[in-house]
């Protein structure tokens, strides 16, 4: 039996056992090397562009085939770069890529949302498989890219979109498929991490920890993504769509940053015994899931506490693996790059077995038209630190925490400090478990007594060990 | 075009593509549920029945279809067990699972190396694939199991064989794909762990705390293949083989365990601001590989040193991805028949789209034909803790450091300690890189002294900070 006949067959093959587009072409191919195109050719685009080269015999060990980068566009082809490129591989126009036929996979790497949309959505109507490490454009509009590269029989991969060169996303959308995730925490942005962490060991003050990782590199002129929690959300929608087999929901996720921190609300933590980190957060109840960013207080023995500098890790829980934490830098040139080439890779082995779509992009086959329920910030129940500036009088804290009783909040702990402080004396509480509203409420009210210098501060706490009040 | 004809292309295809054995069988099965046998109804297999009824809308969700459990064998039917089966699923002969030609996957959790090679052998001639738990069968029998089922065309997964549910196989096999490994160290036995964390923490003995494991259930009546870190080296063989893409080496691992530890050492490793573990190492010179398990010290400060208990975790770092941790429970029902099942769901995935070999067992192409040279311990350069019990005279540290000396062995720090103990006093000292052959000449010249009585007590060091001499 020939071998062009065989070839024939295979897009019925797909069609019935795939349900996602036809065509013949992918048969055709599996012979001939996987060629590549690579749109943004800045740090990780090197980094992509080093591994593609100077990896090429561990690639071509995996594979039994090379990867061939045949074109890379970036709109500057002047500007430094850490390695060189033959001129004829370098093109200023996305079109060369998204038009070349002959091109199987289109790796994004430009950012933003806009043109990056447009190239992807171009890319899955020619029929070529996307790589991308673009969490912005896949938390606004992934849910759309992942509908048309289904219905167009091709793959959107985007392990370098969360966690670098860590595999969370393998994890989660095979490692772990066996498993419901009951809860997962994340520090998903090296930025926030570093200057907490600065903070932290320093004692620094918000500006000057962000000036020092603005000088170290590890944060932008303009930090607001990283800082105002943006970055860790977009990462979080799509860690939850994994987790969940759920569409992507950027919308319900609460989300908080840290540039209002002041450095004394991380040493009374650190008298309570713990430690501020800015965590993604989602747990699922069977019925609802939270969904939320925010500075949240961490016992200093939690694997979390340790996490430390630029670098990220996500701690989860499944219902059969137990409690699971994954550890590396979370960002950078060779790390990302190498999320980038890990997915080209796997897209290689499934070109050239002619299965794309073996695994639904989010894990599971019914993601793209499922949704969960979000729990909404005010139904939370979790335990707080609240700091509240007194005046230094007499029954301040037993008017302070007779509205706590009132809306229901038990104090777990208390520190109550002298008259070290001008004006007024910090009041900082550890609460056990109380209902966001109440807490609210109840910060509201005492935020109005006259004896109260208002803002109350108050942050969230993840305390396996402080859940129920005593009394 | 009939699907008829469509299936009986199919072979063509796959012998092209992927050098594995021919069967068409794949083919005709894909609308089929994919069918499991299960042999070895213990604890793990208690966790897999579990997984495989009361996950069922989970797997159903992931898969598009249901997995379903055909045939459960175990010699002891009477034994209780935490879940329940209809009597005509459960059979005492293997052979009623080996020869059932509706069954796929056989899932192999007997343990040991002789019936459970015989079974796995069979599986592979009947075309079935394997899902095995079982460290010591592929540490032993690895290599020609897996080239009997690269032959056959059918896949032997094994995520379950190292560290539970955490998914260090498939990071090593795929998500870290376009790295080198460069280092690696594991905590991969969780009795070891917890005996030490045990010693650690409350400077129990040896004995003591192996009692209260074995109490606790960690640790098993004869320790002996958990505490001589033989468990370990199992293990450390199968990440090697997934690390470097070469055959499995079990005989080259320089193997020590844990049982003659005296919490004396736990203690001064502390006054150095070290920890001890029981670590699985690698590490890749570009030329020779280190392979070795043996009580490590650990900076305080490092990751690993604070995962603690039953817990495993592996640290590597990649040449692109730098340093990574992947942390969870190592064993126990649950978290092992995590990983079972997503081999499960991997396997019924390439099943169902008929590409059973996607990825290699060891995930290079040529990782079944190639071996990595292995470094002789005697030529491992490395920093050294040492304890000599010496007479307290004037002169001691003297002549012991002069020995050093001589064999280019230089100190960075050494601790004294007066006449606290009767006959003999402790001199402790950690050294700079040094070559294992010096070390073992220099302690056996020591032990001549006669002012000191021998053995000199012995331990590694991994500390990236402390490498050169300083003189």
């Given at each position: 039996m020939s071998k062009d006949k065989s070839d024939d067959m295979r897009p019925e093959y797909r069609r019935e056992d795939l349900g996602t587009g036809v065509r013949g072409k992918y048969f055709e191919r599996r012979m001939k090397p996987i060629q590549i195109g690579l749109i943004g050719f800045g740090t990780v685009g090197s980094g992509v562009v080093r591994l593609l080269t100077e990896q090429q015999e561990v690639l071509a060990r995996r594979l039994g085939s090379p990867l061939i980068l045949k074109k890379v566009a970036d709109l500057d082809l002047d500007r430094p770069r850490p390695v060189a490129l033959p001129a004829d591989l370098l093109t200023t126009r996305a079109e060369d890529i998204l038009d070349d036929p002959e091109i199987d996979i289109v790796v994004e790497l430009?950012?933003?949302?806009d043109a990056a949309r447009d190239y992807v959505m171009r890319a899955i109507a020619q029929g070529k498989h996307v790589v991308t490490a673009n969490k912005a454009l896949l938390a606004h509009h992934g849910n759309d890219l992942l509908a048309a590269a289904a219905a167009a029989g091709v793959e959107v991969a985007f392990?370098?979109?969360?966690?670098?060169?860590?595999p969370i996303i393998l994890a989660l959308r095979q490692g772990l498929a066996a498993n419901r995730v009951q809860e997962l925490f994340g520090i998903l942005n090296g930025t926030a991490n570093y200057i907490l962490t600065q903070m932290t060991q320093s004692g620094a003050s918000y500006a000057q920890a962000l000036s020092e990782a603005q000088a170290q590199g590890f944060a932008e002129a303009d930090p607001t993504l990283d800082v105002e929690g943006i970055d860790t959300a977009h990462k979080l929608a799509i860690l939850m769509s994994l987790a969940y087999g759920a569409q992507l929901d950027l919308e319900s996720i609460a989300v908080e940053g840290i540039s209002r921190l002041n450095p004394l609300d991380l040493q009374f933590a650190g008298e309570f015994g713990y430690c501020l980190k800015l965590l993604a957060i989602t747990r699922d109840d069977g019925h609802r899931v939270e969904a939320r960013v925010h500075p949240t207080l961490v016992p200093r023995d939690h694997m979390l506490a340790n996490v430390n500098g630029a670098m990220n890790a996500v701690y989860l829980t499944g219902d059969a693996v137990g409690p699971i934490l994954l550890y590396g830098q979370g960002a950078g040139m060779m790390p990302t790059a190498s999320a980038v080439v890990s997915d080209l890779i796997d897209l290689a082995r499934n070109l050239k077995h002619g299965v794309p779509g073996r695994v639904p992009a989010l894990g599971w086959e019914s993601a793209l038209s499922t949704r969960r329920l979000i729990k909404p910030i005010n139904d939370l129940v979790t335990n707080y630190y609240l700091r509240f500036s007194a005046l230094d009088r007499p029954g301040v804290l037993s008017q302070v925490s007779g509205i706590l009783g009132k809306h229901n909040i038990s104090i777990a702990a208390v520190i109550q400090k002298g008259r070290e402080l001008a004006a007024t004396v910090p009041i900082v509480m550890i609460t056990y478990e109380a209902r966001e509203a109440d807490a609210r409420q109840a910060m509201a009210e005492i935020d109005q007594l006259p004896i109260v210098s208002p803002p109350t501060v108050f942050y969230r706490i993840e305390d396996p060990h402080l859940h129920a009040a005593h009394i």
């Open positions: 430009i950012g933003g949302t392990e370098a979109s969360v966690c670098g060169g860590i």
